[in-house]
């Protein structure tokens, strides 16, 4: 695998054969993705915002996946390396697993799945897709979970079986069984709206109530709809992204600790540090001694 430019890589293996590709591009520039993948594999590729180039023979064919859609690719007679140019403030999520165990999870619905049937499974096949609001939902859970790490591969082999269940799932009005609330396309937007608002003034963010009235949610959707996409409730989930944020800051070695903590909104070194201590079990200071 080959990461090109500043960007973030995580792959996940699930289990024997079953993968899940992580890939957020946050910066300004295009970012170049290449990984092996042989024809004894299925890939389900889902683009949670911007949009990724899948280029195909060696450059001379290619594919663009925008925010919201899918890409589910499939080929037995050929290999299928990933090679793609991942637009900025782009994010994307990949689950690749082999085609033998693919067909595991369908062994009795084999005629319920277009490219498993007879006349389908040694041709090669391509499907882009809309990502329905449920579906939206699980990509989120993937990308922003805050589990105790004893539970996280639990956790994310659970969502990733959801997400595949969901792809296929053709029955009608299936996002209204799923989730009510977010089935609304638009209140899932406006959710996406509030974690952007307090990403860009986590120094200084709205209360819940002034953010419920900027997005024009009610405060209990907001609270919700945030924890069923996000995982955590509005303010756990920035004191995370803060730390986060001051951790990679402190790493480039060009603030001090008072500088790092002004940045994501603590007034006092020691409000920041006591802050830092309780997410990662050490101080700022001594956190970078040890990764020194």
Sequence with gaps: MKNIAKGSYEEILVEDGFYILKIQNDTKELQTVEREIDSSFIQFHFCLKGKTRFNFNEGSYHLEVTEENSLLLYNTQKDLPLNLIVSPNSWLLSVVM?????????????????????????????????????????????????????????????????????????????????????????????????????????????TLAELSQEIGLSLKKLKEGFKQIYGDSVYGFLFDYKMEYARKMLETGKHNVNEVGLKVGYSTASHFIASFKKKYGTTPKKYLTSNA
């Design 98 to 206: 082999t085609i033998r165990k693919f067909h595991s999870l369908f062994s009795n619905e084999a005629e319920y799945i277009p490219f498993l049937s007879g006349e389908n499974k040694e041709k090669k096949y391509y499907s882009q897709e809309m990502v329905s609001p449920a579906i939206a939902v699980v990509l989120s859970q993937l990308m922003n979970y805050n589990l105790h790490p004893s539970i996280k591969q639990l956790y994310i082999k659970g969502k990733v079986y959801e997400l595949i269940s969901l792809y296929f799932n053709k029955t009608e009005d299936a996002n209204l069984e799923q989730c009510p609330f977010l089935a609304d396309e638009d209140n899932v937007r406006r959710i996406r709206m509030a974690k952007e608002i307090m990403i860009s003034r986590m120094a200084e963010p709205p």
